[in-house]
């Protein structure tokens, strides 16, 4: 049974940058792809960015492309969100998830291919 934890989150000029990191408790974290999602209050929960199982893949949705950059540390079973200019409608819970299906040849954006859901960590930017 894998566990994810967040961190990093937390209070943040618009401008500024966080780094947020996903802790994965289990074996075999280096067989899957990760995915990070945000829900603002109010809000349905929302993709920003995932990575492949052996990190070659990347994708982000248009909102962050080219702010953030998600990356993964295998031998450490943690994977990141550098989180750069932020912006006001940034502000939100940042959860990760793990790949249902090891070794996807293709990155899922998609909530049902994803299991192990974190806590959430809060990221508050403010003006």
């Known amino acids: 049974q894998v566990q994810l934890v967040e961190s990093g989150g937390g209070l943040v000029q618009a401008g500024g940058s966080l780094r947020l990191s996903c802790v994965a408790t289990g074996r075999f974290f280096s067989d899957y792809g990760m995915d990070w999602f945000r829900q603002a209050p109010g809000k349905e929960r929302e993709f920003v960015a995932a990575i492949s199982w052996d990190g070659d893949s990347t994708y982000y949705t248009d909102s962050v492309m080219g702010r953030f950059t998600i990356s993964r540390d295998n031998a450490n079973n943690t994977m990141y969100l550098q989180m750069n200019s932020l912006k006001l409608e940034d502000t939100a819970v940042y959860y990760c998830?793990?790949?249902?299906?090891?070794?996807?040849?293709?990155?899922?954006?998609?909530?049902?291919?994803?299991?192990?859901w974190g806590q959430g960590t809060q990221v508050t930017v403010s003006s």
């Open positions: 998830a793990r790949d249902v299906e090891p070794r996807r040849p293709a990155l899922t954006i998609n909530t049902a291919d994803l299991r192990s």
